[in-house]
């Protein structure tokens, strides 16, 4: 027996389109369309003006790979930006979290996800040439490595060092170990060992 539709299908169609988000299934993806209709002109309203002005507008920054209204993005065309140092990460999520922490104000690259054949992601499929010539052609003097500690993140990062070994490019990458407010008995072997090797003078 076929599911009865309890809307129409402009209604149908939102909530299919909810539930494509990250985090949403078919029920959260219902509460949040039936929420959306009831608060029409205070939030569906200004969602749909802001989501065509998104279509219209926001494009990837043809320098580091970010999503912006502008080309070069805001953090490209800042002068105010280290220019000698480079921070590469996975994705624009993982660029938008260094620049909530507010701890570099550094530029930027993104490589729009990692190396995984099993996937059949290699890396012409990445940003990785982009990164290159960028080291080549300003004065980078350090590419931060940002990349998640994944088997995919660490090939990643060992494909990149090779990449640019020849280069004047001093490389580094982001420390791996105990986070902060971490308790040890929570951690796993891996984190542990790898705080122990990364140890710092206290």
């Not at 169609?13 to 029920?27: D, F, S, T, V």
């Not at 012409?124 to 350090?142: K, T």
Request: aromatic share 2%; hydrophobic share 45%.
């Amino acid at each position: 027996m076929s599911q009865n539709k309890v809307a129409g299908p402009e209604i149908e169609q939102l909530i299919k389109l909810l539930a494509k988000l990250p985090g949403l299934g078919p029920r959260s993806a219902r509460r949040a369309a039936l929420h959306l209709i009831k608060k029409k002109d205070q939030l569906l309203v200004p969602l749909a003006e802001a989501m065509g002005v998104a279509v219209d507008r926001i494009g990837v920054c043809s320098t580091c790979g970010t999503v912006d209204t502008s080309d070069p993005c805001a953090i490209c065309a800042d002068p105010r930006r280290d220019q000698a140092t480079l921070v590469v990460v996975e994705d624009v999520a993982d660029l938008w979290a260094l620049e909530r922490a507010a701890a570099i104000n550094a530029r930027y690259h993104v490589l729009g996800g990692t190396l995984s054949p099993l996937d059949g992601i290699g890396p012409d499929d990445l940003n990785i040439s982009g990164l290159v010539e960028r080291c080549r052609a300003e004065a980078i003097s350090e590419v931060i490595l940002a990349i998640n500690a994944t088997v995919e993140g660490q090939t990643t990062a060992h494909y990149i060092t090779d990449q640019l070994t020849g280069l004047d490019v001093s490389i580094t990458r982001l420390a791996h170990g105990v986070p902060v407010g971490g308790e040890l008995d929570y951690l796993d072997e891996g984190t542990l060992a790898q705080a122990l090797k990364a140890r710092t003078r206290f």
